[in-house]
């Protein structure tokens, strides 16, 4: 393994060996002298106010220091703007024992802080509240009686634009579909629950290891709400048990613990039950209406797309629902309108690929049934619609490569065998249904430092405070290293996850190996220019007069690209320049070209799914017994980390379409099943074959090593391939997610 990697090369993840030996430690799992436990005490109502706390018995309790609550809590301050973070939304961020009132069923009301985490549980059964209770809703149907377009969006929100008369065409159109699309909540459930360990190192500075997508965001949050300067905070998650857009804002549990330490002068942990994950952050409820209207060819006359989700009463939770369909289709008549509703509960989140995997997938069933409408194979549908611009800005694409994605998806799944008619494909007692769908998703750049060191024993290392949630950013990272140095992947560390590290933003919107690979390519470019320039300075230099961009880097040599007989080993140039260490750091960043080329260019992944399921006749039971997703997402880093990532997100597609739905007791407001044993997600026995295949797409305009993310586009659209398929299967149209074997009988 002395060669150096090159970006497009599928070596293992590096990490993956302190991983499966456990040697990776997450947020939970940091062990510090005279640590605390906090446990939370939730709300047993949806609505109302604490009248007394009764916490007597928990305090008599062996082990229990302290139980926090609004009624003892330190001062916290006043205005909201100290509780908001890089990505948080309009309205009142949530703060937790701030004042007597309860806005949610599960909110937490207390937290039990013992020297033992089994105290801390015993404690926390034994704290009461008495409540003056207040009517709640939690129920979307009543809550869309007075659904509004907010005021104020949050930033990253980009307002549906729509085009020519689409109710006139809708009404003219001689084939025209309209039905209302459901989408249940989902709530995160990343396999390590929120988590946070606070070390109190005294002097009042503090170590916090947070589960957390963002270490500077939260230091951040922890110095506005707690007073603490930058230097007294450092925070740390150089591994995270997956997140999928629960860890960008600061969750309460980081803010429990941070409070206790501080109150206490501990160390405090704090860690969510799974139980506690379901009053948490969620993807939000939804409602797309959808009115499509074709000519006799099924060529599209008119989009209408108005869609509903829901939010909490304290904050305005928008992402963008509504656009996909007009971006993404050719017709010259479009609208879309996207509202919020709100009900009482905790503020919905981010949930891998927000608005894209509830619009795109609500959308992309509806235009199944307006090809079905239209006597069109759902593909040629697809391919005769095809827009080649953004077509709702009217914004050429840096690249769109669907068509190739709809060519080889369809080779490799067989799509010309389909036979048309639903129910006319069987497999002895199963009824066999194909469909597929079109997906898209956002290929985003964002400033980034990164910074690279060579070192006299010929190891490089980089860095940046971004982290790796489990997409495989360190190995990433690592080959653009590689690459760029020339340096073998057994030499080179990368260090991410740490708030002290280089400026980075929240790892989201699959957004950190474009931003960070760029940074990191900088950085290391900076370190080979000094390479150079002590190469420059040695009495016998092999590479003569060379010029800098005439000089290559590979398997720990620098050579000159013309005469590669002229060389130098990079530890020789280390030696002979006496150097103990070669450093620099660098910022990609959007450039003043870049942002025109943003406002004139979209910037999109996209894919083509197509879904098998086997359903069955007696039954109803659905299987996905095959699945092919062919991915147009710009240059692939990492075949192998890259296939991961699209076989996750179609697995949590699937499960999208068959098992995830959080069903509430609107009664009490309460999500009823709060466990794995009720909320359903998709486990090893029930999936079978998912093939990927990533389509060729150079697009050097999109980001600077032409890349373009692929965290969240496995997702897009998947559950729409699959409920296809289902109708397709069985003639039976089912236009709620997840589809229940009672929509099938
Ligand atoms: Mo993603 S939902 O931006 O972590």
């Not at 965001?217 to 930058?230: A, E, T, W």
């Not at 008119?302 to 305005?316: H, L």
């Not at 928008?318 to 009900?343: D, I, P, Q, R």
């Not at 503020?347 to 307006?370: K, N, Q, S, V, Y």
Request: proline share 4%; with cysteine; hydrophobic share 40%.
């Amino acid at each position: 393994m002395n060669e150096s990697i090159h970006i497009g090369d599928a070596p293992n993840r590096v990490d993956g060996l302190v991983k499966v030996t456990g040697q990776a430690r997450y947020a939970a799992e940091y062990a510090t002298a005279n640590l605390l436990y906090g446990w939370v005490v939730s709300s047993e109502i949806a609505k109302g106010r604490i009248v007394e706390m009764h916490d007597l018995g928990a305090r008599r309790l062996p082990g229990v220091v302290e139980v926090i609550s609004h009624a003892n809590r330190p001062h916290l301050p006043w205005l909201d703007h100290s509780y908001t973070d890089e990505v948080s939304v309009p309205g009142s961020p949530f703060r937790a024992f701030y004042d007597d009132k309860i806005a949610f069923s599960g909110q937490p009301i207390a937290l039990v802080v013992a020297t033992s985490l089994e105290a801390a549980r015993d404690g926390a059964a034994l704290v009461h509240a008495s409540y003056e209770i207040e009517p709640h809703n939690t129920d979307m149907q009543e809550a869309l009686a007075e659904k509004y377009e907010p005021k104020r969006k949050r930033s990253t929100y980009k307002a549906p634009k729509s085009r020519g008369d689409a109710r006139k065409a809708f009404d003219e159109a001689p084939l025209k579909l309209h039905a209302d699309y459901h989408l249940s909540t989902h709530f995160h459930n990343p396999m390590e629950m929120h988590a946070t360990t606070v070390v109190w190192e005294g002097n009042g500075k503090i170590t916090v290891h947070d589960k957390t997508q963002g270490s500077q965001n939260v230091q951040g949050y922890l110095c506005s709400v707690f007073g603490f300067s930058k230097s007294d905070v450092r925070v740390l998650n150089p591994y995270v048990g997956g997140a999928f857009g629960s860890g960008l804002r600061p969750q309460y549990q980081v803010y429990l613990a941070t409070l206790a330490a501080k109150m206490l002068e501990r160390s405090v942990r704090v860690v969510l039950t799974r139980q506690q994950m379901f009053s948490h952050v969620h993807r939000p409820e939804a409602v797309q209406s959808v009115s499509l209207a074709t000519d006799e060819a099924g060529q599209l006359r008119s989009i209408i797309n108005e869609a509903t989700t829901v939010t909490s009463r304290f904050e305005d939770y928008m992402e963008v629902v509504c656009n996909w369909g007009l971006m993404n289709y050719a017709c010259a008549n479009a609208s879309a309108k996207y509202s919020l509703a709100k009900v009482d509960t905790y503020t919905p989140g981010d949930m891998r690929a927000p608005g894209a995997a509830t619009g795109m997938t609500l959308f992309e069933m509806a235009i199944d049934e307006m090809a079905e409408k239209a006597g069109v194979d759902p593909l040629e549908f697809r391919r005769l619609n095809y827009s080649n611009v953004d077509a709702m800005d009217d914004k050429p694409f840096t690249s769109k490569a669907l068509r190739e994605a709809f060519d080889q998806g369809a080779e490799r799944f067989g799509w010309e065998r389909r036979s048309a008619a639903p129910r006319s494909m069987r497999d002895g007692s199963d009824l066999v249904g194909w469909g597929m769908a079109t997906g898209m998703w956002d290929a985003l750049f964002m400033k980034t430092t990164a910074s690279a060191r060579f070192t006299a024993e010929g190891q490089l290392e980089i860095a940046s405070a971004g982290s790796d949630i489990g997409t495989g950013t360190y190995t990433v990272m690592a080959q653009v290293a590689s690459q760029t140095v020339g340096v073998p992947l057994s030499r080179i560390t990368a260090w991410l996850g740490d708030s002290a590290l280089p400026t980075a933003p929240v790892e989201g919107g699959s957004w950190m190996a474009a931003s960070m690979g760029a940074a990191v390519q900088l950085a290391c470019q900076k370190v080979c220019k000094l390479l150079y320039q002590s190469a420059g300075k040695l009495e016998a230099n092999p590479l003569g007069k060379a010029k800098f961009e005439e000089v290559g880097f590979r398997n720990g040599d620098m050579f000159v690209k013309a005469d590669p007989a002229k060389h130098i080993s990079l530890n020789d140039v280390m030696a002979a320049a006496q150097k103990d260490v070669l450093e620099s750091e660098a910022t990609a960043k959007p450039g003043v070209g870049d942002l025109v080329s943003m406002m004139k260019m979209a910037r999109n992944t996209h894919s083509a799914i197509f879904a098998e399921v086997k359903v069955d006749a007696e039954l109803g039971v659905v299987r996905v017994s095959r699945i092919v997703c062919a991915v147009a997402a710009g240059r692939i880093i990492n075949p192998k980390t890259a296939r991961s990532q699209i076989l996750g997100g179609v697995v949590m597609g699937i499960g999208m379409a068959l098992h995830e739905e959080a069903l509430t007791d609107h009664r009490l407001g309460r999500v009823m099943n709060h466990s794995f044993a009720e909320y359903h997600i998709p486990v090893n026995a029930d999936i079978d074959s998912i093939e990927v295949i990533f389509v060729d797409e150079r697009d050097p305009e999109v980001t600077p090593l032409g890349v373009k993310g692929l965290g969240e586009i496995g997702i897009v659209s998947t559950a729409a391939a699959v409920a296809n398929a289902i109708h397709h299967a069985t003639g039976k149209r089912a236009r709620s997610l997840p589809v229940t074997i009672d929509q099938l009988l």
